[in-house]
């Protein structure tokens, strides 16, 4: 059996980008996982409760939106054409169920993409997670 730094060697990564990713998803602190990444829906908080990371360096910027419309576009469209193919539905009808479905999911996924990106982020160093000795120009 072997241990961890014989499977990855001495390359192995001091932050897993997927924990860090998973605890964003969830709203969690990309570090600790304890702290709340979010002061309100999607406003992000200057920095974690539990363990002190400023997470006011990170730039999701317009991301995570269009990764929450690709999602809710490629989930629901075919589902509503699905349906009007096999049920052929009342446009009203359609309009009344799918537009709901669409803004629930799209408020529903949203965090989750933006927790996301910053885990990603801050385990790539990026932006404001990189740190007082990063090359400021590299942002630019
Ligand atoms: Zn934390």
């Known amino acids: 059996m072997s241990n961890a730094s014989e499977t990855y060697g001495e390359a192995a ?4 980008w997927l924990t860090a990713m998973v605890r964003g998803a969830r709203g969690k602190c990309p570090r600790c996982g304890e702290g709340s990444l979010y002061s309100s829906y999607v406003k992000t908080a200057p920095q974690c409760a539990e363990c ?9 910027d317009d991301a995570p939106p269009y990764i929450t419309t690709f999602l809710v576009g490629h989930i629901t469209i075919p ?5 009007k193919q096999l049920f052929d539905p ?5 309009f009344a169920v799918w537009l709901p479905i669409m ?3 799209a408020w529903a996924i949203l965090p989750a993409s933006k927790g996301a990106l910053i885990g990603l982020q801050w385990v790539n160093k990026m932006h404001g997670f990189a740190g007082p000795d990063a090359d400021p120009a590299a942002d630019a």
Do not use: C, I, T
């Open 103 to 105: 803004a629930v999911s």
């Open 13 to 16: 990564p001091e932050k897993p």
């Open 79 to 83: 589902l509503a054409l699905a349906s």
């Open 90 to 94: 009342p446009l009203w009808m359609q």
């Open 52 to 60: 002190g990371l400023d997470l006011s360096g990170h730039r999701a």
